[in-house]
Each structure stands twice: as C-alpha cells, then as structure tokens.
Nanobody, 114 residues
C-alpha cells in the first residue's frame, strides 16, 4: 500500500519561503513520475508541479518562477520549494503519484498571511 506523508507547511508572511517534503512508503519512487497538488477551501484540487524520473520538473503557470520541485530517490522523498509566497498560495498541499491516482496523504497546510 502506497502512503504519502507531507510535511513542512505552516504560517508564513507574504514574500516568505517554505520547503515542503513528502515521504513515500510502500513503493520505490525512483521509477515513477511524482506530482504536487494543492487545494483551497471551496476550490478544486489544483496541479502544481510534476517531477519526472529524470530531468526538469514541470511547474504550473500560477507558481512558475516561484516554486521548484525535486526528488531524492535515495530517501524516497519529493520536495516542493516555494518562494515569494502570496496569500493566494494558501492551501493544503499534497503529493501524488499519477500511477496511483487514488492514493493521497493528509496534506500539509500552508497559510500565507501578514
């Protein structure tokens, strides 16, 4: 059974930075594409970034140039580095494996507020 445990969220002022982590268990992520999503109250879950097995990650337009995604296969963990945070980035953030679309973790809450 694949499990995702997201961490690293918190309350940050606008313009601040956070680094989210997602530890994966139950599967070796090295051969799988990974993704980050976010969801705000009352809104649909939104794709944020895709991390290929190798090469440059794909970043969604609203966060392009501010967010970066990476992976550490040795730690079976993926990361989302977020900079220049804005109030509209406030959401619960989740990692996901497209090969296991029905498996989701609890997410980690990110709140951007002064």
């Amino acid at each position: 059974q694949v499990q995702f445990v997201e961490s690293g969220g918190g309350l940050v002022q606008p313009g601040g930075s956070l680094r989210l982590s997602c530890a994966v268990s139950g599967i070796n992520i090295s051969t799988y594409v990974m993704s980050w999503y976010r969801q705000s109250p009352g809104k649909q879950r939104e794709w944020v970034a895709g991390i290929p097995r190798a090469g440059t990650p794909s970043i969604a337009g609203p966060v392009f140039g501010r967010f970066w995604a990476s992976r550490d296969n040795a730690k079976n963990t993926v990361y989302l580095q977020m900079t220049s945070l804005k109030p509209e980035d406030t959401a619960a953030y989740y990692c996901n494996m497209p090969a296991r679309p029905d498996s989701w973790g609890q997410g980690t809450q990110v709140t951007i507020s002064s």
